[in-house]
């Protein structure tokens, strides 16, 4: 479950996001998402927020609870499946 | 080369239809910004600085029927009359320019079942300039430019530039923006909207509120026959970051630029030290501290700063002009007034923000503003 | 000493057609959408810059054309501070404006995007064009029903002569529903060129009118 549901996520990052050339096998679901590996930058991190609540119907309140969800693929698919767990 | 001089204006907001019912009020420390119940602008109630919609058709009545006019374009008409009111200039003469500075024009026609009968043409902003030169009946094309949030001092800055090279002899400038759910909208994707009435400077700033509001100034190579009041323009310069499109760079470095050039720019005609400067304060935590740094690139670590965004709001592409407006009638009065909103400093450096209504002689003000896109604008103005 | 202000080269992008001094340097067929024909130009140019994909057309559009001029804001001795830029359309940025109205008409599907409200604004596209080439002198976006020659040839005139700027980046660039055109000129002071060509386009009401609209 949780597998398919961070390749998906990928899949739905690297269009949200735009990030041309970029497959989803060379995103590592553990890497910081906003240093280094993708440079994903403020507007990604609102963009984020929006695909989370858009497709996964889970809300990010603010944005410090955002910089803790948003921190890797596997965080967002962490709360993404706490979340659809406690509708 | 001749001098420019701001010779009238004109301030519409959420605090009054003229500049003396806007000074007044700010005078007093009474701020516009107020919690909006609007399903048309936000499906949740916001803080924001709102024109009163009874008293602008009753005031738009006295020019032309508000069913042929944009809120926008009745904001402009009725804004650039008041102004004119006060000079003496033939706008009918060549020699009379109309610079209209806005960010979003009549964005709220891309709402098919807002104002049905107004033309959906009426969306470029050209087009909307064109209503209101018909409308004054204007020899020349409007110059209309759309710059962000700097748009308002750019305009007053390329206003001067056109009057000291002596290419007009009058230049009406008119900054205007309106709340529509279009922008409001964009700027809570953006979680860049404060819960509350916004802090510029302070340390519990957490973002801005948005206003709606128009100014006018009119420039001239000619002074107001009264030699006493006569507020010229010393000089400006607009600048990038060449960092990032929506938030300011760290170091500052873009701001300093466009101060450095505007203070050279303006030792000729600074007979001493600037006395204010009429900062761009918008209380997100990102933009008031680069401000800040750029002050003390600067060495204006000690000179009175004062925010007005705690009693308009942002205004977007009037604040530039509205903000200005507001600086030179300190100049004039004498009077410094107090940034609303502000109790504690909530940045990294030294800063000497005006928290009360404050006498004091000054000379001249720095009006400073910056934008999406990396912009940043800066301008000095004195009294003669 | 006076200065002898001159067009130094320019370039046109119409119809998937790239012109660099009126010469055809790259083109694909008419029939092909835009952001086909412009991801082609990227390649063309051998880009190597990620943020070019989030961008909005009017941005890629303007970011391209800037790019075959780009040489130019490498001129030796001038600073990134000492290079301007003025733009200007008619639709502002009314496709993009489109488009996020979109994301926020429908009140059961309403999710306003922050990715595409940035683009709102027509002088995004100057600051991209800004951080790319470290440009950080005097940009500003004017918008006229067409490209006003007179008032941009006043405002150019200007920086270089009394603000301290020593190139412009100036023209039109516009973008709305896959139908475009973006016509940009380089303005200097002669003496700024690095070797003299045969000709010589003097910075000229008429010269700049021809340049951008012919």
Redesign the interface.
């Given at each position: 479950m949780m597998v398919e549901l961070i390749e998906k996520l990928k899949i739905d990052i690297i269009e949200a996001l735009n990030l041309e050339d970029v497959k989803p096998a060379d995103i590592d679901a553990d890497a910081p998402l906003f240093m280094d590996g993708l440079s994903l930058d403020s507007i990604d991190a609102l963009e984020l927020i929006v695909l989370l609540e858009k497709k996964y119907g889970s809300k990010i309140q603010t944005a410090e609870e955002g910089k803790k969800i948003l921190y890797s693929i596997r965080t967002m698919a962490d709360f993404i499946s706490n979340h659809q767990k406690n509708k | 080369m001749k001098n420019a001089y701001f010779i009238a204006d004109n301030i519409i907001s959420s605090l009054g239809f003229n500049t003396a019912e806007n000074i007044a009020a700010i005078e007093k420390q009474i701020s516009g910004i107020t919690l909006i119940y609007n399903v048309q602008l936000s499906a949740q109630s916001f803080y924001g600085s709102q024109v009163n919609s009874e008293r602008l058709k009753n005031e738009f009545q006295k020019h032309a029927d508000p069913n042929e006019f944009t809120r926008f374009e009745q904001f402009c008409i009725i804004s650039i009359s008041d102004a004119l009111k006060n000079s003496k200039i033939d706008i009918t003469n060549r020699n009379t320019l109309l610079i209209l500075s806005t960010t979003k024009g009549n964005i709220e026609l891309l709402n098919e079942n807002r104002l049905p009968e107004i033309s959906r043409e009426r969306v470029f902003l050209w087009k909307t300039a064109e209503e209101i030169q018909n409308y004054f009946k204007l020899k020349n094309t409007p110059l209309v430019l759309s710059n962000a949030c700097i748009s308002g001092v750019v305009a007053i800055i390329t206003a001067a530039r056109l009057i000291e090279r002596e290419k007009y002899k009058n230049v009406i400038v008119c900054g205007a923006d309106i709340l529509t759910k279009f922008v409001i909208s964009g700027f809570q994707s953006f979680l860049a909207l404060s819960s509350l009435p916004c802090k510029p400077f302070d340390k519990n700033r957490n973002g801005l509120n948005l206003g709606e509001g128009c100014g006018t100034v009119i420039l001239s190579s000619e002074p107001n026959q009264c030699p006493v009041n006569n507020i010229v323009y010393c000089g400006g310069s607009i600048s990038n970051d060449a960092s990032h499109i929506s938030g300011p760079s760290r170091t500052g470095e873009g701001l300093y630029l466009a101060m450095k050039k505007t203070a050279e720019q303006s030792r000729k005609k600074l007979k001493d030290e600037i006395g204010f400067i009429s900062v761009h304060g918008t209380a997100t935590p990102f933009n008031d501290e680069m401000e800040a740094i750029a002050f003390k690139k600067m060495g204006y670590s000690q000179i009175p700063l004062v925010g007005l965004k705690g009693y308009f709001g942002h205004t977007l592409g009037a604040a530039g002009v509205i903000e200005t407006i507001a600086a030179m009638h300190s100049l004039k009065r004498g009077i410094l007034h107090a940034t609303v909103g502000f109790e504690n400093s909530g940045v990294s450096v030294p800063i000497n923000v005006i928290s009360k209504t404050t006498e004091k002689k000054i000379n001249s003000c720095l009006k400073v503003a910056s934008g999406f896109g990396g912009c940043n604008a800066a301008a000095i103005f004195a009294k003669i | 000493m006076t200065k002898q202000l001159i067009i130094s080269k320019y370039c046109k992008i119409i119809d998937n057609m790239i012109f660099v001094n009126g010469k055809l340097v790259f083109s694909l067929k008419k029939n092909i959408q835009f952001s086909t024909f412009v991801k082609a130009a990227y390649r063309y140019n051998n880009m190597t810059y990620?943020k070019?994909?989030?961008m909005d057309n009017l941005s890629k559009l303007g970011l391209i054309t800037a790019e075959f001029l780009s040489d130019e804001f490498k001129t030796k001795n001038v600073l990134?501070?000492e290079i301007g830029i003025i733009l200007s359309n008619?639709?502002?940025s009314?496709d993009t404006?489109?488009n996020?109205?979109k994301t926020?008409?429908n009140?059961s599907d309403?999710?306003?995007?922050?990715?595409l409200?940035?683009y709102?604004?027509?002088?995004?596209v100057?600051?991209?064009i800004?951080?790319k080439?470290?440009?950080?002198?005097?940009?500003?976006?004017?918008?006229?029903?067409s490209f006003?020659a007179g008032?941009i040839h006043?405002?150019v005139s200007?920086l270089i002569l009394?603000?301290?700027i020593k190139i412009v980046l100036a023209g039109w660039v516009e973008y709305l529903d896959n139908e475009y055109v973006s016509s940009l000129c380089i303005v200097k002071n002669i003496s700024e060129k690095a070797e003299i060509t045969k000709e010589i386009i003097n910075f000229t009401i008429e010269n700049l009118k021809k340049i951008i609209t012919g």
């Open positions: - | - | 990620p070019f994909f989030k990134g501070e008619s639709t502002s009314l404006d489109n996020y109205q926020i008409s009140n309403y999710f306003p995007s922050p990715s409200f940035v709102t604004l027509p002088n995004i100057t600051g991209e800004c951080i080439h470290k440009i950080l002198g005097e940009s500003v976006f004017f918008v006229s029903k006003d008032y006043t405002l200007d009394n603000q301290g």
